[in-house]
């Protein structure tokens, strides 16, 4: 097995938020005031993400703080409650022009979903299947999904608004059947609740440009959290490792073989952990879950 230290310390870890909304589709405040509000929580990325609506809002691109092509699609729902959401963020590759429109007509069920992945992904986005839990898809009608880049793990909007936010049963399940996904978590804002800063990426990357930060998404050099942060993770010596901020609980959630979890003592907090691999695990991936239950989630290591 060999040795993989998954981030460069010559690297800067970069924190987003890949999922927002604006007045241009169904958020409350207008493109200016959300790049405002993440600017003021410290983020160094955001990709502003309106329904049906390509969007690029270079303007707002300053050397701190960059702005990423974005855009999220939707089937037409099947019943009264269930759809397919499909965000999509690029970089300046990216072919359709700012403000134009996406057409989803016809576009129904997992086929349509599909079709939004397949269509995006020939426009040069990255693309992320949004909260299946709101979208109330069991992981049945989704398996079949292909070519997309990750899953949102953790939503923060869905988590707010009713408790539909955590996919990582979602996660596993293609991860368990050889699709090769990340795992992101976002805020999906609409400014309507407290829905902002609570689900981020923070991505390992040399600069904060377009084409750095996409291609760390896209080789999932990143992590992500709605609270705790992780150091560096990765696979020393047949162990893999990972060193993190004060946690409760560390776990290794590996596949067929299972994985293990360490718990800290009262009054000791774990800040790292190590656990031994046998060599027949198809991938080993990482939670650090901090003494509020809030979680940091490694991407996985395949082997
Ligand atoms: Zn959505
Ligand atoms: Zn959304």
Not at 93 to 107: A, I, M, S, T, Y
Not at 154 to 168: F, K, R
Not at 219 to 227: D, H, I, L, M, V
Not at 253 to 258: C, L, V
Request: negative net charge; glycine residues 10%.
């Amino acid at each position: 097995m060999a040795n993989l230290e998954l981030f460069s310390i010559k690297k800067t870890w970069f924190k987003g938020n890949l999922h927002t909304h604006t007045t241009i589709s169904d958020g409350k405040l207008e493109p200016a005031e959300v790049v405002k509000l993440y600017k003021k929580l410290g983020y160094d990325f955001l990709a502003l993400t309106d329904h049906e609506i390509f969007s690029w809002w270079q303007e707002f691109n300053t050397p701190d703080f960059l702005i990423l092509p974005g855009i999220e699609t939707s089937g037409r729902a099947l019943g009264p409650y269930q759809c397919h959401h499909v965000v999509g963020v690029g970089d300046s590759k990216v072919k359709p022009n700012h403000l134009e429109r996406f057409d989803n007509q016809g576009l129904t069920g997992l086929s349509g979903a599909q079709t939004m992945v397949d269509f995006l992904t020939d426009q040069g986005y990255l693309t992320i299947y949004c909260h299946p839990v709101w979208s109330r898809q069991t992981f049945e009608n989704v398996a079949d999904l292909q070519g997309f880049t990750a899953i949102e793990v953790y939503n923060h909007g869905c988590h707010v608004e009713n408790c539909t936010g955590e996919a990582t049963y979602y996660w596993d399940g293609f991860l368990r059947q050889g699709n090769r996904i990340w795992g992101v978590a976002t805020d999906d804002s609409h400014q309507q609740t407290e829905d902002y800063g609570g689900g981020w990426v923070a991505v390992n990357a040399p600069s904060l440009s377009a084409e750095h930060i996409v291609e760390g998404l896209l080789k999932g050099q990143f992590y992500s959290s709605n609270g705790p942060t992780i150091e560096a993770y990765g696979v020393c010596d047949g162990q893999a490792y990972v060193r993190c901020s004060e946690a409760q609980a560390i776990h290794f959630i590996a596949f067929e073989r299972r994985g293990k979890t360490f718990v800290a003592s009262p009054g000791q907090p774990l800040t790292q952990a190590v656990h031994t691999l046998h060599g027949d695990e198809e991938y080993v991936r990482i939670e650090v879950v901090d003494e509020r239950g809030r979680v940091a989630w490694s991407n996985p290591i395949f082997f």
